[in-house]
Protein backbone atom coordinates (compact mmCIF):
# COMPACT_ATOMS: atom_id res chain seq x y z
CA UNK A 1 0.00 0.00 0.00
CA UNK A 2 2.09 2.44 -1.38
CA UNK A 3 1.66 6.45 -0.13
CA UNK A 4 0.48 8.45 -2.59
CA UNK A 5 1.51 11.85 -2.64
CA UNK A 6 -1.26 13.67 -4.00
CA UNK A 7 -0.67 17.41 -3.47
CA UNK A 8 0.46 18.03 -7.20
CA UNK A 9 -3.43 17.12 -7.76
CA UNK A 10 -4.79 18.81 -5.04
CA UNK A 11 -2.70 21.68 -6.05
CA UNK A 12 -4.29 21.20 -9.31
CA UNK A 13 -7.58 21.69 -7.75
CA UNK A 14 -7.60 24.46 -5.70
CA UNK A 15 -6.08 25.93 -9.19
CA UNK A 16 -8.88 25.16 -10.81
CA UNK A 17 -11.31 26.06 -8.02
CA UNK A 18 -9.69 29.65 -7.97
CA UNK A 19 -9.79 30.22 -11.62
CA UNK A 20 -14.08 29.38 -11.40
CA UNK A 21 -13.96 31.81 -8.56
CA UNK A 22 -11.34 34.53 -8.73
CA UNK A 23 -12.59 37.11 -6.40
CA UNK A 24 -13.07 35.91 -2.97
CA UNK A 25 -9.65 33.91 -3.23
CA UNK A 26 -7.41 37.04 -3.92
CA UNK A 27 -6.95 37.13 -0.07
CA UNK A 28 -5.94 33.78 0.26
CA UNK A 29 -3.80 34.19 -2.66
CA UNK A 30 -2.27 37.60 -1.50
CA UNK A 31 -1.68 35.78 1.86
CA UNK A 32 0.14 32.39 -0.47
CA UNK A 33 2.56 35.07 -2.30
CA UNK A 34 3.62 36.76 1.54
CA UNK A 35 4.19 32.93 2.92
CA UNK A 36 6.26 32.19 -0.47
CA UNK A 37 8.10 34.94 -0.28
CA UNK A 38 9.45 34.32 3.55
CA UNK A 39 11.68 31.33 4.25
CA UNK A 40 14.58 29.80 2.38
CA UNK A 41 12.34 27.17 0.05
CA UNK A 42 9.00 29.13 0.30
CA UNK A 43 7.49 26.83 -1.83
CA UNK A 44 7.53 23.64 -0.08
CA UNK A 45 6.59 25.51 3.23
CA UNK A 46 3.19 26.53 1.57
CA UNK A 47 3.20 23.06 0.04
CA UNK A 48 3.07 21.66 3.58
CA UNK A 49 0.97 24.53 5.00
CA UNK A 50 -1.27 23.35 2.03
CA UNK A 51 -1.29 19.56 2.85
CA UNK A 52 -1.80 20.47 6.15
CA UNK A 53 -4.77 22.51 5.96
CA UNK A 54 -6.20 19.73 3.45
CA UNK A 55 -5.97 17.25 5.66
CA UNK A 56 -7.60 19.58 8.65
CA UNK A 57 -10.34 20.40 6.29
CA UNK A 58 -10.73 16.83 5.73
CA UNK A 59 -10.84 16.21 9.57
CA UNK A 60 -13.51 18.96 9.91
CA UNK A 61 -15.84 17.30 7.40
CA UNK A 62 -15.57 13.77 8.70
CA UNK A 63 -16.47 15.19 12.08
CA UNK A 64 -19.30 16.88 10.77
CA UNK A 65 -20.42 13.80 8.85
CA UNK A 66 -19.58 12.00 12.56
CA UNK A 67 -22.41 14.49 13.94
CA UNK A 68 -25.03 13.12 11.27
CA UNK A 69 -24.49 9.92 12.15
CA UNK A 70 -24.76 10.52 15.78
CA UNK A 71 -28.11 12.16 15.39
CA UNK A 72 -28.92 9.07 12.94
CA UNK A 73 -27.56 6.95 15.53
CA UNK A 74 -29.63 8.65 18.59
CA UNK A 75 -32.85 8.18 17.58
CA UNK A 76 -35.02 5.25 19.13
CA UNK A 77 -37.73 5.05 17.04
CA UNK A 78 -38.88 1.54 16.10
CA UNK A 79 -39.81 1.59 12.43
CA UNK A 80 -37.90 4.43 11.47
CA UNK A 81 -35.46 3.44 11.91
CA UNK A 82 -32.37 3.89 9.04
CA UNK A 83 -29.79 1.08 8.43
CA UNK A 84 -28.93 1.39 4.73
CA UNK A 85 -28.16 5.22 5.74
CA UNK A 86 -26.45 4.78 8.94
CA UNK A 87 -24.26 1.57 7.30
CA UNK A 88 -23.80 3.73 4.59
CA UNK A 89 -22.37 6.59 6.63
CA UNK A 90 -20.66 4.53 8.45
CA UNK A 91 -18.49 3.17 6.13
CA UNK A 92 -17.47 6.42 4.77
CA UNK A 93 -16.72 7.71 8.02
CA UNK A 94 -14.84 4.69 8.08
CA UNK A 95 -12.71 5.65 4.65
CA UNK A 96 -11.78 8.94 5.68
CA UNK A 97 -10.16 8.04 8.81
CA UNK A 98 -8.27 5.52 7.05
CA UNK A 99 -7.53 8.18 4.50
CA UNK A 100 -6.57 10.51 6.48
CA UNK A 101 -4.75 8.30 8.80
CA UNK A 102 -2.61 7.86 5.45
CA UNK A 103 -2.35 11.50 5.11
CA UNK A 104 -1.15 12.29 8.30
CA UNK A 105 1.29 9.34 7.92
CA UNK A 106 2.99 10.60 4.79
CA UNK A 107 2.97 14.50 5.96
CA UNK A 108 4.78 13.31 9.04
CA UNK A 109 7.28 11.30 6.43
CA UNK A 110 7.33 14.67 4.37
CA UNK A 111 8.23 16.47 7.42
CA UNK A 112 10.96 14.01 8.42
CA UNK A 113 12.33 14.10 4.88
CA UNK A 114 12.55 17.57 5.14
CA UNK A 115 14.51 17.79 8.40
CA UNK A 116 16.69 15.61 7.40
CA UNK A 117 17.18 16.89 4.07
CA UNK A 118 17.87 20.43 5.27
CA UNK A 119 21.54 20.99 5.00
CA UNK A 120 22.59 24.00 7.11
CA UNK A 121 20.43 24.27 10.68
CA UNK A 122 19.67 27.59 11.06
CA UNK A 123 17.50 28.87 13.99
CA UNK A 124 14.82 29.67 11.45
CA UNK A 125 14.84 26.01 10.19
CA UNK A 126 14.73 24.94 13.23
CA UNK A 127 11.67 26.58 14.28
CA UNK A 128 10.16 25.74 10.97
CA UNK A 129 10.66 22.02 11.39
CA UNK A 130 9.75 22.12 15.25
CA UNK A 131 6.33 23.79 14.12
CA UNK A 132 5.84 21.06 11.27
CA UNK A 133 6.27 18.32 14.10
CA UNK A 134 3.69 20.41 16.13
CA UNK A 135 1.34 20.93 13.39
CA UNK A 136 1.90 16.79 12.81
CA UNK A 137 1.08 15.82 15.93
CA UNK A 138 -1.79 17.96 16.65
CA UNK A 139 -3.86 16.91 13.46
CA UNK A 140 -3.15 12.87 14.48
CA UNK A 141 -4.74 14.26 17.96
CA UNK A 142 -7.81 15.60 16.69
CA UNK A 143 -7.78 12.35 14.24
CA UNK A 144 -7.54 10.24 17.18
CA UNK A 145 -10.50 12.54 18.90
CA UNK A 146 -12.53 11.96 15.59
CA UNK A 147 -12.43 8.44 15.96
CA UNK A 148 -12.60 8.06 19.77
CA UNK A 149 -16.53 9.60 18.43
CA UNK A 150 -17.31 7.59 15.87
CA UNK A 151 -16.29 4.50 17.67
CA UNK A 152 -18.67 6.16 20.47
CA UNK A 153 -21.59 7.05 17.88
CA UNK A 154 -21.36 3.08 17.24
CA UNK A 155 -21.55 2.39 20.84
CA UNK A 156 -24.52 3.98 21.15
CA UNK A 157 -26.41 2.74 17.71
CA UNK A 158 -25.36 -0.91 18.75
CA UNK A 159 -27.17 -0.30 22.29
CA UNK A 160 -30.17 1.61 20.68
CA UNK A 161 -30.24 -1.33 18.56
CA UNK A 162 -30.42 -3.80 21.12
CA UNK A 163 -33.04 -1.86 22.63
CA UNK A 164 -34.92 -1.80 19.77
CA UNK A 165 -34.92 -5.37 19.27
CA UNK A 166 -35.96 -6.12 22.68
CA UNK A 167 -38.90 -4.16 21.89
CA UNK A 168 -39.54 -5.12 18.48
CA UNK A 169 -39.60 -8.65 20.07
CA UNK A 170 -41.83 -7.06 23.23
CA UNK A 171 -44.18 -6.10 20.64
CA UNK A 172 -44.29 -8.55 17.88
CA UNK A 173 -42.90 -11.72 19.70
CA UNK A 174 -40.58 -12.69 16.63
CA UNK A 175 -37.70 -14.37 17.72
CA UNK A 176 -36.44 -14.92 14.55
CA UNK A 177 -35.88 -11.31 13.74
CA UNK A 178 -32.92 -9.21 13.01
CA UNK A 179 -29.73 -10.53 13.94
CA UNK A 180 -28.80 -7.64 15.29
CA UNK A 181 -26.16 -8.26 17.95
CA UNK A 182 -25.31 -5.60 20.53
CA UNK A 183 -21.57 -5.74 22.02
CA UNK A 184 -22.51 -6.63 25.78
CA UNK A 185 -20.67 -5.41 28.30
CA UNK A 186 -18.00 -8.12 28.62
CA UNK A 187 -14.38 -7.35 29.20
CA UNK A 188 -13.65 -9.32 25.60
CA UNK A 189 -16.15 -7.09 23.40
CA UNK A 190 -14.92 -4.26 25.30
CA UNK A 191 -11.07 -4.72 24.80
CA UNK A 192 -11.49 -5.35 21.21
CA UNK A 193 -13.50 -2.10 20.97
CA UNK A 194 -10.72 -0.08 22.79
CA UNK A 195 -7.84 -0.97 20.49
CA UNK A 196 -6.88 2.00 18.10
CA UNK A 197 -9.79 1.19 14.89
CA UNK A 198 -7.17 1.84 12.42
CA UNK A 199 -4.71 -0.39 13.98
CA UNK A 200 -1.92 2.26 13.63
CA UNK A 201 -0.11 3.82 16.40
CA UNK A 202 -1.22 7.31 16.01
CA UNK A 203 -2.99 8.36 18.82
CA UNK A 204 -1.23 11.54 20.31
CA UNK A 205 -1.98 14.54 22.55
CA UNK A 206 -3.09 18.15 22.51
CA UNK A 207 -4.95 20.54 20.34
CA UNK A 208 -4.91 23.09 18.26
CA UNK A 209 -5.72 25.24 15.20
CA UNK A 210 -3.28 25.29 12.78
CA UNK A 211 -4.12 27.93 10.59
CA UNK A 212 -6.65 30.35 10.28
CA UNK A 213 -6.98 29.67 6.27
CA UNK A 214 -7.69 25.89 7.34
CA UNK A 215 -10.97 26.77 7.81
CA UNK A 216 -11.70 29.05 5.44
CA UNK A 217 -12.75 26.14 2.91
CA UNK A 218 -16.73 25.26 2.75
CA UNK A 219 -17.86 21.81 4.46
CA UNK A 220 -19.15 20.58 1.02
CA UNK A 221 -15.51 21.15 -0.70
CA UNK A 222 -14.64 18.67 2.23
CA UNK A 223 -17.64 16.21 1.02
CA UNK A 224 -16.33 16.38 -2.34
CA UNK A 225 -12.88 16.24 -1.60
CA UNK A 226 -13.39 13.51 1.34
CA UNK A 227 -15.61 11.01 -1.08
CA UNK A 228 -12.59 10.74 -4.05
CA UNK A 229 -10.27 9.35 -1.48
CA UNK A 230 -12.66 6.65 -1.23
CA UNK A 231 -10.36 4.93 -3.12
CA UNK A 232 -8.29 4.41 -0.01
CA UNK A 233 -8.12 0.86 1.73
CA UNK A 234 -10.13 -0.52 4.41
CA UNK A 235 -7.94 -3.30 5.26
CA UNK A 236 -6.89 -2.16 8.64
CA UNK A 237 -10.62 -0.95 9.89
CA UNK A 238 -12.00 -4.23 8.86
CA UNK A 239 -11.41 -6.04 12.48
CA UNK A 240 -13.99 -3.93 14.05
CA UNK A 241 -15.92 -2.93 11.00
CA UNK A 242 -16.93 -6.38 10.15
CA UNK A 243 -17.97 -7.00 14.10
CA UNK A 244 -20.00 -3.86 13.02
CA UNK A 245 -21.51 -4.66 9.54
CA UNK A 246 -21.96 -8.05 11.11
CA UNK A 247 -24.90 -6.20 13.51
CA UNK A 248 -26.61 -5.08 10.45
CA UNK A 249 -26.33 -7.64 8.16
CA UNK A 250 -29.50 -10.69 8.18
CA UNK A 251 -27.62 -13.84 7.79
CA UNK A 252 -28.48 -17.60 9.00
CA UNK A 253 -24.39 -17.91 10.09
CA UNK A 254 -25.03 -15.12 12.75
CA UNK A 255 -27.11 -18.23 14.54
CA UNK A 256 -23.82 -20.58 14.37
CA UNK A 257 -21.58 -17.53 15.31
CA UNK A 258 -24.00 -15.90 18.07
CA UNK A 259 -24.32 -18.96 20.20
CA UNK A 260 -21.06 -19.52 20.14
CA UNK A 261 -20.51 -15.93 21.37
CA UNK A 262 -23.03 -16.70 23.97
CA UNK A 263 -21.25 -19.48 24.81
CA UNK A 264 -17.68 -18.27 25.75
CA UNK A 265 -19.08 -14.75 26.81
CA UNK A 266 -20.79 -17.38 29.27
CA UNK A 267 -17.26 -18.99 29.97
CA UNK A 268 -15.71 -15.90 30.58
CA UNK A 269 -18.78 -14.58 33.12
CA UNK A 270 -18.35 -17.68 35.05
CA UNK A 271 -14.38 -16.85 35.09
CA UNK A 272 -15.50 -13.78 36.47
CA UNK A 273 -17.16 -14.90 39.36
CA UNK A 274 -14.74 -17.36 40.08
CA UNK A 275 -12.20 -14.25 40.25
CA UNK A 276 -14.99 -12.83 42.22
CA UNK A 277 -14.92 -16.22 45.03
CA UNK A 278 -11.85 -15.96 45.02
CA UNK A 279 -11.39 -12.53 46.26
CA UNK A 280 -14.19 -12.76 48.96
CA UNK A 281 -12.48 -16.36 50.60
CA UNK A 282 -9.47 -14.18 50.62
CA UNK A 283 -11.42 -11.86 52.46
CA UNK A 284 -12.81 -13.84 54.69
CA UNK A 285 -9.47 -15.36 55.71
CA UNK A 286 -8.05 -12.29 56.34
CA UNK A 287 -10.48 -11.60 58.67
CA UNK A 288 -9.95 -14.53 60.64
CA UNK A 289 -6.50 -13.82 60.74
CA UNK A 290 -7.19 -11.36 63.52
CA UNK A 291 -9.00 -13.57 65.75
CA UNK A 292 -6.42 -15.92 65.15
CA UNK A 293 -3.66 -13.77 66.39
CA UNK A 294 -5.83 -12.90 69.40
CA UNK A 295 -6.41 -16.90 70.48
CA UNK A 296 -2.56 -16.25 70.07
CA UNK A 297 -2.01 -14.27 72.08
CA UNK A 298 -4.20 -15.47 74.88
CA UNK A 299 -2.67 -18.78 74.83
CA UNK A 300 0.92 -16.97 75.08
CA UNK A 301 -1.09 -15.24 78.51
CA UNK A 302 -2.28 -18.74 79.94
CA UNK A 303 1.49 -20.21 78.93
CA UNK A 304 2.93 -17.46 81.20
CA UNK A 305 0.46 -17.48 83.77
CA UNK A 306 0.59 -21.33 84.36
CA UNK A 307 4.12 -21.18 84.44
CA UNK A 308 4.53 -18.48 87.43
CA UNK A 309 1.45 -19.99 89.53
CA UNK A 310 4.39 -23.39 88.91
CA UNK A 311 6.65 -21.32 90.32
CA UNK A 312 4.85 -19.88 93.29
CA UNK A 313 3.85 -23.26 93.91
CA UNK A 314 7.15 -24.48 94.26
CA UNK A 315 8.36 -21.80 96.07
CA UNK A 316 5.94 -22.70 98.54
CA UNK A 317 6.56 -26.32 98.71
CA UNK A 318 10.45 -25.62 99.11
CA UNK A 319 9.50 -23.23 101.91
CA UNK A 320 7.11 -25.47 103.42
CA UNK A 321 9.81 -28.73 103.40
CA UNK A 322 12.42 -26.77 104.42
CA UNK A 323 10.44 -25.10 107.62
CA UNK A 324 10.30 -28.24 109.21
CA UNK A 325 11.83 -27.47 112.62
CA UNK A 326 9.12 -24.34 113.14
CA UNK A 327 6.73 -26.98 111.60
CA UNK A 328 7.16 -29.61 114.46
CA UNK A 329 7.18 -26.49 116.85
CA UNK A 330 4.17 -25.56 115.91
CA UNK A 331 2.18 -28.90 115.63
CA UNK A 332 3.65 -29.42 119.12
CA UNK A 333 1.90 -26.46 120.50
CA UNK A 334 -1.36 -26.91 118.36
CA UNK A 335 -1.04 -30.60 120.39
CA UNK A 336 -0.56 -29.50 123.53
CA UNK A 337 -3.91 -27.20 123.17
CA UNK A 338 -5.45 -29.87 121.74
CA UNK A 339 -4.53 -31.86 125.03
CA UNK A 340 -6.02 -29.59 127.48
CA UNK A 341 -8.97 -28.85 125.79
CA UNK A 342 -9.71 -33.02 126.00
CA UNK A 343 -8.90 -32.82 129.70
CA UNK A 344 -10.91 -29.66 130.01
CA UNK A 345 -13.85 -31.35 128.66
CA UNK B 1 -27.24 -37.97 23.00
CA UNK B 2 -26.05 -40.29 20.18
CA UNK B 3 -23.86 -39.23 16.70
CA UNK B 4 -25.10 -41.72 14.12
CA UNK B 5 -23.06 -40.62 10.99
CA UNK B 6 -20.22 -38.32 9.58
CA UNK B 7 -18.94 -37.80 6.38
CA UNK B 8 -16.85 -35.57 3.88
CA UNK B 9 -18.44 -34.61 0.82
CA UNK B 10 -17.15 -33.13 -2.20
CA UNK B 11 -19.96 -30.83 -3.18
CA UNK B 12 -19.47 -29.00 -6.04
CA UNK B 13 -22.41 -26.55 -7.40
CA UNK B 14 -25.18 -27.77 -8.97
CA UNK B 15 -24.16 -31.04 -8.94
CA UNK B 16 -23.59 -34.13 -7.78
CA UNK B 17 -22.02 -35.08 -4.52
CA UNK B 18 -19.71 -37.71 -3.78
CA UNK B 19 -18.71 -39.08 -0.50
CA UNK B 20 -15.26 -38.58 0.27
CA UNK B 21 -15.26 -40.68 3.33
CA UNK B 22 -17.43 -41.76 6.34
CA UNK B 23 -18.10 -43.44 9.77
CA UNK B 24 -21.22 -44.40 11.37
CA UNK B 25 -22.04 -45.73 14.53
CA UNK B 26 -25.09 -48.00 13.91
CA UNK B 27 -24.82 -49.90 17.81
CA UNK B 28 -27.75 -48.58 18.71
CA UNK B 29 -30.19 -50.42 15.64
CA UNK B 30 -30.60 -54.05 15.59
CA UNK B 31 -28.37 -56.25 12.96
CA UNK B 32 -31.23 -56.23 10.09
CA UNK B 33 -31.94 -52.75 10.70
CA UNK B 34 -28.81 -51.44 10.26
CA UNK B 35 -28.05 -52.16 6.42
CA UNK B 36 -31.18 -49.64 5.16
CA UNK B 37 -30.26 -47.38 8.09
CA UNK B 38 -26.75 -47.09 6.84
CA UNK B 39 -27.63 -46.49 3.57
CA UNK B 40 -30.36 -43.90 4.69
CA UNK B 41 -27.68 -41.64 6.38
CA UNK B 42 -25.71 -41.90 2.81
CA UNK B 43 -28.57 -41.10 1.14
CA UNK B 44 -29.62 -38.20 3.35
CA UNK B 45 -26.38 -36.63 3.70
CA UNK B 46 -25.52 -36.42 -0.49
CA UNK B 47 -29.09 -35.14 -0.88
CA UNK B 48 -28.65 -32.35 1.91
CA UNK B 49 -24.91 -31.44 0.80
CA UNK B 50 -26.48 -30.82 -2.85
CA UNK B 51 -29.14 -28.50 -1.30
CA UNK B 52 -26.96 -26.35 1.14
CA UNK B 53 -25.23 -23.26 -0.88
CA UNK B 54 -21.39 -22.72 -0.66
CA UNK B 55 -20.33 -21.36 2.96
CA UNK B 56 -23.66 -22.36 4.52
CA UNK B 57 -24.98 -24.34 7.87
CA UNK B 58 -27.99 -26.00 7.77
CA UNK B 59 -29.76 -28.01 10.09
CA UNK B 60 -32.30 -30.50 8.75
CA UNK B 61 -34.64 -32.91 11.00
CA UNK B 62 -36.26 -35.59 9.39
CA UNK B 63 -37.65 -37.99 11.48
CA UNK B 64 -35.82 -38.15 14.50
CA UNK B 65 -32.86 -37.72 12.60
CA UNK B 66 -31.66 -34.49 12.92
CA UNK B 67 -28.59 -33.27 10.00
CA UNK B 68 -26.18 -30.79 10.65
CA UNK B 69 -24.53 -29.68 7.15
CA UNK B 70 -21.48 -27.08 7.02
CA UNK B 71 -21.19 -26.27 2.80
CA UNK B 72 -17.46 -24.66 3.04
CA UNK B 73 -16.91 -24.46 -0.64
CA UNK B 74 -14.15 -22.71 -1.08
CA UNK B 75 -10.58 -24.63 -3.41
CA UNK B 76 -11.59 -27.69 -2.69
CA UNK B 77 -15.35 -27.74 -2.32
CA UNK B 78 -16.14 -29.82 0.23
CA UNK B 79 -18.85 -30.21 2.89
CA UNK B 80 -19.08 -31.89 5.81
CA UNK B 81 -22.38 -33.53 7.32
CA UNK B 82 -23.27 -34.94 10.52
CA UNK B 83 -26.83 -37.03 11.51
CA UNK B 84 -27.20 -36.93 14.97
CA UNK B 85 -30.33 -37.72 17.34
CA UNK B 86 -32.44 -34.48 18.98
CA UNK B 87 -30.81 -33.44 22.03
CA UNK B 88 -27.49 -33.37 20.15
CA UNK B 89 -26.37 -29.46 21.07
CA UNK B 90 -26.46 -27.69 17.24
CA UNK B 91 -23.28 -25.45 18.64
CA UNK B 92 -20.47 -28.36 18.97
CA UNK B 93 -22.31 -30.23 15.74
CA UNK B 94 -20.92 -27.10 13.72
CA UNK B 95 -17.54 -26.59 15.32
CA UNK B 96 -16.70 -30.17 14.68
CA UNK B 97 -17.72 -30.05 11.37
CA UNK B 98 -15.51 -27.39 11.21
CA UNK B 99 -12.45 -28.47 12.68
CA UNK B 100 -12.73 -32.30 10.38
CA UNK B 101 -13.35 -30.27 7.37
CA UNK B 102 -9.57 -28.64 8.70
CA UNK B 103 -8.08 -31.88 9.24
CA UNK B 104 -9.14 -33.25 6.21
CA UNK B 105 -8.01 -30.91 3.83
CA UNK B 106 -4.60 -30.33 5.88
CA UNK B 107 -4.05 -34.54 5.49
CA UNK B 108 -5.90 -35.25 2.15
CA UNK B 109 -4.45 -33.53 -1.05
CA UNK B 110 -7.03 -32.60 -3.42
CA UNK B 111 -5.45 -35.09 -6.43
CA UNK B 112 -7.54 -37.73 -4.37
CA UNK B 113 -10.76 -36.18 -4.61
CA UNK B 114 -11.87 -37.91 -7.46
CA UNK B 115 -10.92 -41.79 -6.17
CA UNK B 116 -12.94 -41.71 -3.16
CA UNK B 117 -12.22 -45.27 -2.55
CA UNK B 118 -8.64 -44.85 -2.46
CA UNK B 119 -8.96 -41.92 0.29
CA UNK B 120 -8.09 -43.23 3.59
CA UNK B 121 -9.29 -40.93 6.69
CA UNK B 122 -9.46 -42.88 9.63
CA UNK B 123 -9.44 -39.76 12.13
CA UNK B 124 -13.31 -39.63 11.37
CA UNK B 125 -13.61 -42.66 13.30
CA UNK B 126 -11.76 -41.11 15.91
CA UNK B 127 -14.37 -38.14 15.74
CA UNK B 128 -17.24 -39.97 15.74
CA UNK B 129 -16.46 -41.97 18.90
CA UNK B 130 -14.89 -38.92 21.06
CA UNK B 131 -17.71 -36.76 19.85
CA UNK B 132 -20.59 -39.58 21.36
CA UNK B 133 -20.11 -36.96 24.62
CA UNK B 134 -19.56 -33.40 22.99
CA UNK B 135 -19.40 -32.09 26.51
CA UNK B 136 -15.88 -33.88 27.12
CA UNK B 137 -14.83 -33.38 23.06
CA UNK B 138 -15.51 -29.96 21.99
CA UNK B 139 -13.51 -27.63 24.06
CA UNK B 140 -15.81 -24.94 25.04
CA UNK B 141 -18.33 -27.09 26.65
CA UNK B 142 -15.25 -28.85 28.48
CA UNK B 143 -14.12 -25.25 30.01
CA UNK B 144 -17.11 -24.59 30.82
CA UNK B 145 -17.89 -27.72 32.40
CA UNK B 146 -14.21 -27.91 34.38
CA UNK B 147 -15.30 -24.49 35.44
CA UNK B 148 -18.75 -24.97 37.04
CA UNK B 149 -17.24 -28.05 38.93
CA UNK B 150 -14.28 -25.13 40.02
CA UNK B 151 -17.29 -23.13 40.56
CA UNK B 152 -18.94 -26.08 43.45
CA UNK B 153 -15.89 -26.71 44.94
CA UNK B 154 -14.88 -23.10 45.60
CA UNK B 155 -18.64 -22.80 47.26
CA UNK B 156 -17.61 -25.65 49.27
CA UNK B 157 -14.92 -23.81 50.08
CA UNK B 158 -16.18 -20.79 51.27
CA UNK B 159 -18.75 -22.78 53.50
CA UNK B 160 -15.46 -24.84 55.13
CA UNK B 161 -14.15 -20.97 55.58
CA UNK B 162 -17.01 -19.78 56.77
CA UNK B 163 -17.47 -22.88 59.66
CA UNK B 164 -13.74 -22.41 60.40
CA UNK B 165 -15.14 -18.41 61.29
CA UNK B 166 -17.34 -20.03 64.17
CA UNK B 167 -14.68 -22.43 65.03
CA UNK B 168 -12.07 -19.71 65.83
CA UNK B 169 -14.84 -17.60 67.52
CA UNK B 170 -15.52 -20.51 69.84
CA UNK B 171 -11.77 -21.03 70.33
CA UNK B 172 -11.34 -16.81 71.33
CA UNK B 173 -13.50 -17.05 73.55
CA UNK B 174 -12.64 -20.55 75.44
CA UNK B 175 -8.82 -19.06 75.27
CA UNK B 176 -10.13 -15.81 77.42
CA UNK B 177 -12.27 -17.76 79.78
CA UNK B 178 -8.78 -20.41 80.22
CA UNK B 179 -6.66 -17.10 80.36
CA UNK B 180 -8.80 -15.16 82.99
CA UNK B 181 -8.87 -18.93 84.96
CA UNK B 182 -5.01 -19.26 84.62
CA UNK B 183 -4.63 -15.28 86.09
CA UNK B 184 -6.65 -16.18 89.14
CA UNK B 185 -4.90 -19.96 89.67
CA UNK B 186 -1.39 -17.71 88.98
CA UNK B 187 -2.65 -14.96 92.21
CA UNK B 188 -4.07 -17.53 94.03
CA UNK B 189 -0.71 -19.14 94.16
CA UNK B 190 1.27 -16.01 94.66
CA UNK B 191 -1.26 -15.18 97.73
CA UNK B 192 -0.70 -18.33 99.16
CA UNK B 193 3.28 -17.53 99.40
CA UNK B 194 2.99 -14.05 100.36
CA UNK B 195 0.31 -14.80 103.29
CA UNK B 196 2.02 -18.15 104.88
CA UNK B 197 5.37 -16.69 105.68
CA UNK B 198 5.25 -16.66 109.67
CA UNK B 199 5.15 -20.65 109.69
Known amino acids: MPVQDRTNEFRACVESIRNRSSLPSRGAEAKQR ?49 PVEISELTYIIKQDIAGLNKQIASLQAYVKQRSTQGGTKSAEA ?16 KLADTSMTFKDVLEIRTQNMKESKDRTEQFMHSTAAAA ?15 QDPMGDGSLLAPRFDPKGKSRASTPSNGDILALDLGSAEEGTAAQNGGAFMQMELVEQQDTYIQSRSTAIESIESTIAELGQIFTQLAQMVAEQRETVQRIDADTVDIASNVSGAQRELLKYY ?10 LKVFGVLIVFFLIFILVS | MKVYALAVVLAPPQKTCT ?43 ENNYTAHVYNRGGAEQLAAVIITDQEYPVRPAFSLLT ?20 INFPEINT ?48 SNALSAQSKMFYKTAKKQNSCCVIM
Do not use: C
Not at chain 2, 99 to 118: E, R, V, W
Open chain 1, 34 to 82: LLQSQGKDGGNKSDFTRMASAIAKDISSTTIKLGKLGQLAKRKTLFDDR
Open chain 1, 126 to 141: KLVDEHNHNVVMLLQS
Open chain 1, 180 to 194: SQAPSSSLLFGNTQR
Open chain 1, 318 to 327: ASISSNRWLM
Open chain 2, 19 to 61: ILSSASDLSSFSFYQRGSVGEFLTFFSKTISERTPQGERQSVQ
Open chain 2, 99 to 118: KMLDDFTTKIPQTSFSNPTA
Open chain 2, 127 to 174: YLQKYQDPRQADAIMRVQQELDETKIVLHKTIESVLERGEKLNDLVDR
